[in-house]
């Protein structure tokens, strides 16, 4: 009984993590110094955050990982046509580093924002609240952290949005363009394709 449930809970964080890698958002926030507030040093934070329109997916991980908040965003005003939102996240270093534990073993496509977000937890010293300031040092390694989680999900971006746009179309018989961002760049002979398909 037990071995089956353990594998349950397997299973749903493989397939929490691969919500996290399709739907997904990891990330360190930074707010800045804000010494009128008393705050002499911006604040970083790790986050991962989802957002969906499927309240159940959205819910899911939550039931079965017991970490982060779950809360709806209605539809604005300004965009009516949008359904409302469900998100969860979770943004304290000590519940971020117990959700990756649970499901980076199953990560695909975040694997380096995985490893970002774990290098910036592990290597956070204990501060010295921002009110009272931060030691430049801290300060340094955590805005190089923030930039370079910054930078995967540019690349991220990019990525989906290359992928989004390759569209293959038949435009001359025997033929096929293959395009990239929606420029053409070469035609192929369909015999071609089919022998790169046959690993020949």
């Known amino acids: ?14 397939y929490i993590a691969g919500i996290i890698d399709g739907e997904g958002a990891m990330m360190i926030t930074k707010s800045p110094a804000a010494p009128h507030r008393g705050r002499k040093s911006p604040s970083y934070t790790p986050r991962i955050k989802v957002s ?71 290597n956070f010293d204990e501060q010295i609240k921002c009110m009272d300031g931060v030691k430049q040092r801290a300060l340094l390694f955590r805005e190089k952290m923030q930039k370079r989680m910054k930078s995967l999900n540019i690349c991220s971006r990019k990525s989906v949005c290359a992928a989004t746009e390759t569209e293959p179309q038949s435009t001359v018989k025997g033929e096929t363009t293959v395009r990239t961002n929606g420029k053409p760049l070469e035609r192929r002979p369909k015999r071609h394709l089919r022998r790169l398909d046959n690993g020949q």
Not at 1 to 14: E, G
Not at 60 to 82: A, F
Not at 101 to 120: G, M, N
């Open 1 to 14: 009984m037990q071995d089956n449930q353990r594998q349950a809970k397997l299973i749903a964080y493989a």
């Open 52 to 122: 969906m329109t499927d309240e159940e997916s959205v819910k899911y991980i939550l039931k079965n990982t017991n970490i982060g908040k779950v809360s709806y965003e209605p539809t604005r005003r300004s965009r009516p046509r949008r359904k409302g939102l469900w998100i969860w996240q979770v943004y304290s270093r000590e519940s971020v580093m117990n959700f990756l534990h649970l499901i980076e073993p199953y990560l695909v496509l975040k694997i380096p924002h995985a490893k970002c977000l774990r290098e910036f937890c592990d």
